[in-house]
């Protein structure tokens, strides 16, 4: 592969983390399970403007992207956790630097 066919590739790359992270609650989302596994409940209650709908299409999507790992809790009451992946970490980690950027300039 060429020079140029190789920073083509990493454009389209990086355009495809933007289109992922640039939609509208994802980052609020990635930021609220940086700290644990939350239920749908709890990440619904951290972020009160999001709608369930959207929060739930939001999930689907994470989890598609490999961001987000859905595990199902078996015990009485069924219920549902979601966590961040290794991947959905290291960009966590990443959006952080975002976080300080925006508590000293916004």
Not at 13 to 38: D, Q
Not at 64 to 74: A, Q, S
Not at 93 to 100: D, G, I, K, T
Request: charged share 35%.
């Amino acid at each position: 592969m060429t020079e140029e066919e190789q920073k083509y590739e990493l454009i389209k790359k990086v355009e495809k983390c933007y289109e992922i992270i640039c939609k509208k609650w994802m980052g609020i989302i990635i930021h609220t399970l940086m700290t644990e596994p939350k239920r749908f409940s709890e990440i619904h209650v951290a972020i009160p403007d999001l709608s369930k709908r959207m929060l739930n299409e939001r999930m689907k999507e994470l989890e598609d992207c490999g961001l987000v790992l859905r595990h199902v809790i078996t015990d009485r009451p069924v219920r549902t956790e979601y966590s961040l992946t290794r991947k959905g970490n290291e960009l966590g980690s990443s959006l952080r630097m975002v976080e300080r950027w925006a508590e000293k300039w916004m």
